[in-house]
């Protein structure tokens, strides 16, 4: 596609809900595809996500950047900032400042494209990022605003239908297990050692899914000492909970106490979106208000589902000592690991070239589509798909470690 006519001057960029392990390198990846593509054209960048689009807060590309956006790749988190900002929630933005009172957001976000001259707009997000973009593309093209934005999908749940793989999700679920390693060290801190790895998915499982996949893919593949206390049994993952399977407490504390009292510890990967309906129905029932941010979503760091499994678990398996860890936010914030760059890759160099090509829409793989790499309409963008617990390498791995196949959940993890 070198020389290929493009009526495109200026293109910006932005980052935005949580991070993942892919944002800095996207940057990175998409200054250097138009830098090979279409040197002349303008970039900016602006900074924490659609906040600084509505205030007009944004960085400027320049030549030195552009020579060393390679430099981007070796870092986590984003550097152009990110936030969580629903531009069709004009309360939350009046409240927050970012509109005036009777502005449509939606609006002032067109406006301030048009007035900083941007002809793209790429966003690089999760679901919510990419319907927001969707709102946003919508309302360009009702208004004949002549604008193309063109998503790329970041999240470490890997929930974004209908993409196979969002990027980031592969590098956070091998830095959860990396982060495992030290955690589980702990069962020999004492005896009867309960440990939980929490780890982040709202409603997805597959995050924790594969942190524990990894991780037992490790504890299967070094040398132990059982002689003298170094125990593979120990230090092995002894149960899966996720948002998309049945969790029967009781049920699992039953078999569980099996493996505290032969191994001395039990160590469990926890989804922070598994029994959450459970958790909230308690609270509400007991008076206490449930948090949530903009997009209505429960703020589950109120919650603190680690410490309430901990709670029902640790009575249960007579456990002496109790050990909640969240891994969510150093997995999340790490540089890209080889897959991820290599998939941060091709779907850059395409979201430039469909963007110089003025074709909208979120850059993935189809999985309705024969997987093939595509720029998906922003209509059939959706969040919340569910993890599949029916997979050959999920029932392998939970046959692996002892815990029988889950019967999927009734109710979702979240209303």
Not at 15 to 41: H, K, N
Not at 136 to 155: E, F, N, R, W
Not at 248 to 253: F, G, P, R, S, V
Not at 361 to 369: I, L, R, S
Request: net charge negative; with cysteine; hydrophobic share 45%.
């Amino acid at each position: 596609m070198i020389g290929i006519p493009t009526m495109v001057q200026k293109v910006a960029l932005l980052t935005a809900g949580g991070f993942a392990p892919c944002l800095s390198s996207a940057v990175g990846g998409l200054i250097e595809r138009y830098t090979e593509l279409a040197p002349d054209v303008e970039i900016i960048g602006y900074k924490n996500g659609y906040q600084g689009l509505l205030t007009g807060d944004f960085l400027a590309v320049t030549d030195e950047v552009r020579a060393k956006a390679s430099l981007l790749h070796n870092y986590g988190g984003s550097p152009l900032g990110n936030s969580r900002v629903k531009l069709t929630n004009a309360k939350d933005l009046v409240k927050r400042g970012l509109v005036a009172e009777g502005e449509d957001p939606l609006k002032v976000a067109a406006d301030r494209l048009v007035a900083d001259g941007v002809d793209v707009l790429h966003t690089i997000g999760g679901d919510d990022t990419n319907t927001t973009a969707a709102d946003l593309a919508a309302y360009l093209a009702k208004h004949d605003y002549g604008l193309t934005v063109v998503g790329l999908p970041k999240t470490i749940d890997n929930d974004v239908v209908p993409i196979r793989q969002s990027l980031g999700a592969d590098t956070a679920a091998e830095m959860g297990a990396r982060f495992a390693k030290n955690v589980m060290a702990e069962h020999n801190a004492g005896t009867r050692i309960l440990i939980i790895h929490e780890v982040m998915g709202r409603n997805c499982g597959w995050l924790t899914a594969a942190t524990a996949r990894k991780y037992h893919e490790w504890v299967e593949s070094v040398e132990w000492l059982p002689e003298i206390g170094l125990s593979k049994e120990a230090w092995d993952v002894h149960a899966i909970l996720v948002p998309e399977a049945e969790i029967n407490i009781e049920q699992e504390a039953a078999r569980l106490i099996k493996v505290m009292d032969e191994v001395g510890c039990v160590n469990i990967f926890l989804s922070e979106g598994a029994g959450i309906a459970d958790i909230v129905e308690e609270m509400e029932k007991s008076g206490q208000e449930v948090a949530r941010d903009a997009f209505g979503h429960i703020r589950l760091e109120r919650i603190n589902p680690g410490a309430w499994f901990a709670k029902q678990f640790s009575k249960m398996l007579n456990s002496e000592k109790v050990l909640v860890q969240k891994s969510g936010y150093y997995s999340r914030s790490a540089a890209a690991n080889a897959f991820d760059l290599a998939l941060i890759k091709e779907m850059t160099d395409l979201a430039v070239d469909s963007a110089l090509a003025g074709n909208p829409g979120v850059v993935g793989h189809d999985e309705e589509a024969g997987d093939v790499l595509s720029v998906i309409a922003f209509d059939r963008i959706k969040g919340g798909k569910p993890f599949d617990i029916s997979q050959d390498w999920y029932l392998d791995l939970l046959s692996e470690i002892g815990q029988p196949a889950p019967v999927p959940a009734h109710t979702p993890a979240e209303h």
